[in-house]
């Protein structure tokens, strides 16, 4: 299929019928995709398809798992028969995301369709140089973004999508990968040596697919842009939200699969209307911790399953009570904060580490517990819910602890007691390093507003979202432990959104939920252990002023 230079040997070839039939396919390229490639389609992705030829600016929202990297894979490989010497990139918030459409979508799946295999010349699948290369000329490349995208400006394109688009920073789309597509295509018919013009002149085109994000986000912002634009008549703009429903009407996604999703200890309401539901969500106006605040605090590409060798740094290890494994019920939570100590006394608090556990007794907490405090040797304080049921745990950690390490060496690990319990810490070898959490009214006001002031300073940092790593753990270049850390901040910053300030009939303020199905268990044990930071911080600061007037008198 020819474009810019179709040389006609058959000077008895009607041009007209040749032009219909090429102009046709490219209007109607989903059918292209199922007439003459033979790729079975269900009826939204041909929608999809049809959408992506005809309109120059498109954005897809979907569910998670409703075939996006496909889809896109079939459009440009039908796009780079349709038009020879066509250059089409893919990008996306990671190179590798990018790569894993050529790599996965076409090499690993479409290259098995015959009628597909027999377009293509060449594969690269280079980090740097992953290209696909068709024998009339035409490329679909990965572009390589990089942290700012600026290794990608040399580069342009006719066509550019931008695969999980809710993570690519605006100001890439815009000043680098926007402008990259600004040329015309000439669409001539070499009859001849004799150029005629047959189809008309086509400008560069931007795809946009992803699943939904927050309202907060630039992305957002962008579909609103679509949005407008399409609902005011421009034929440019065109957006579609697909959410699981369609899946589980074409059978792509199960009910129960669903479920199993919705049911994951790592998901929350709000977490999975924009995975699933295709919905754009924000925080209530209610909310203490609305996005707009912990957002810029999730700067943390590196969680901790354990302290790197050699670290010199503070660990404090907090950990909410629960040991029901009814579905409705609280699940315990442990979060590890890191302590990077600032020169007034204060620190940056780094959450490096979350988990959640559901139906886990007090005995196997008390052993989790331990191993993590192996993986964390630097710890200064275990902070144990003692309401309710965790009255009785620290009492688990009053004696000698045997551990088996990766050598199969048994050692020995001492009591450790509450630093309040003076009885206690006449046990032989005792360590107080556990603090009994009991929240009082009081202590809840000081443990959210010094967590609220944390991120307003920006002092508390969070690991980034999920969506920005999840290319490496598909890659498995990171394990399950290590990207289920990200899963859980996401849980914990939709945790934290349902967070309210209410002021009782008494003139007492609480911190209640904004919606009662969504629990805090990951707020409440990241707030315990601030609340504990707070008050060393407070001591220190005390300390340093101290000094420091000392130091002003001996020199009087």
């Not at 270049?477 to 289920?484: I, L, R």
């Amino acid at each position: 299929m020819n474009n810019t230079d179709i040389e006609l040997e058959d000077t008895d070839l009607d041009v007209e019928k040749w032009t219909k039939f090429i102009s046709y396919y490219r209007h109607y390229i989903d059918e292209f995709a199922v007439d003459v490639l033979g790729i079975n389609l269900s009826p939204f992705q041909r929608l999809i398809l049809r959408a992506m030829s005809r309109h120059n600016e498109v954005m897809i929202v979907a569910c998670r798992g409703l075939t996006k990297s496909f889809i896109s894979a079939v459009f440009f490989i039908c796009v780079a028969i349709l038009y020879s010497n066509i250059k089409l990139g893919i990008a996306s918030g990671k190179g590798q995301q990018a790569r894993n459409v050529i790599i996965q979508k076409i090499k690993g799946e479409l290259l098995k369709n015959p009628n597909v295999a027999r377009e293509i010349k060449n594969i690269k699948p280079g980090k740097d140089d992953c290209v696909v290369e068709f024998h009339n000329g035409s490329e679909i490349r990965a572009i390589v973004l990089g942290h700012d995208g600026e290794s990608a400006r040399s580069w342009r394109f006719h066509q550019i999508l931008v695969d999980e688009a809710r993570i690519v920073p605006d100001k890439i789309i815009s000043e680098i990968l926007s402008p990259m597509t600004q040329t015309k295509r000439s669409t001539l018919l070499n009859l001849q040596g004799k150029l005629k013009r047959v189809l008309p002149i086509e400008s560069g085109k931007m795809i946009y697919i992803s699943s939904a994000y927050l309202k907060t986000s630039s992305f957002y912002q962008r579909f609103l842009k679509h949005y407008t634009e399409m609902i005011n008549g421009s034929e440019d703009y065109y957006v579609a939200s697909f959410p699981y429903q369609v899946g589980i009407e074409e059978g792509i996604l199960s009910e129960q699969g669903i479920e199993l999703a919705r049911n994951r200890s790592d998901m929350t309401e709000e977490i999975f209307e924009y995975e699933y539901s295709a919905v754009f969500v924000g925080s209530s106006g209610d909310s203490y911790y609305p996005y707009e605040l912990t957002e810029g605090t999730r700067v943390l590409t590196k969680g901790e399953n354990g302290q790197p060798q050699k670290s010199v740094v503070k660990y404090v290890i907090s950990h909410d009570v629960a040991i029901s494994g009814n579905k409705q019920n609280d699940n315990a939570a442990t979060t590890v904060i890191k302590l990077k100590e600032q020169s007034n006394g204060t620190y940056i608090k780094e959450v490096v580490y979350i988990k959640t556990h559901k139906g886990m007794d007090l005995p196997e907490q008390h052993n989790y517990l331990r191993k993590l405090l192996i993986n964390f040797p630097n710890t200064i304080k275990l902070i144990i819910d003692v309401r309710g049921n965790g009255q009785s745990l620290p009492r688990y950690f009053a004696e000698p602890w045997e551990h088996k390490d990766a050598s199969g060496k048994v050692l020995e690990y001492p009591p450790l007691v509450p630093d309040d319990d003076e009885k206690a810490m006449n046990i032989k070898g005792a360590i107080p390093l556990i603090r009994r959490m009991n929240a009082t009214q009081s202590s809840n006001n000081q443990m959210y507003t010094y967590m609220k002031a944390c991120f307003e300073d920006k002092t508390l940092r969070l690991l980034v979202h999920s969506s920005e790593v999840v290319s490496e753990y598909q890659e498995e270049s990171m394990t399950t432990e290590e990207f289920a850390l990200f899963l859980n901040t996401d849980a914990l910053v939709s945790e934290l959104s349902n967070i309210k300030q209410d002021v009782t009939e008494n003139n007492n303020i609480q911190y209640t939920r904004v919606t009662k199905q969504t629990k805090r268990d990951r707020v409440t044990s990241l707030g315990y252990g601030l609340q504990y930071i707070y008050e060393i911080e407070e001591e220190n600061i005390q300390s340093n002023n101290d000094d420091e007037y000392d130091y002003q008198f001996f020199h009087n």
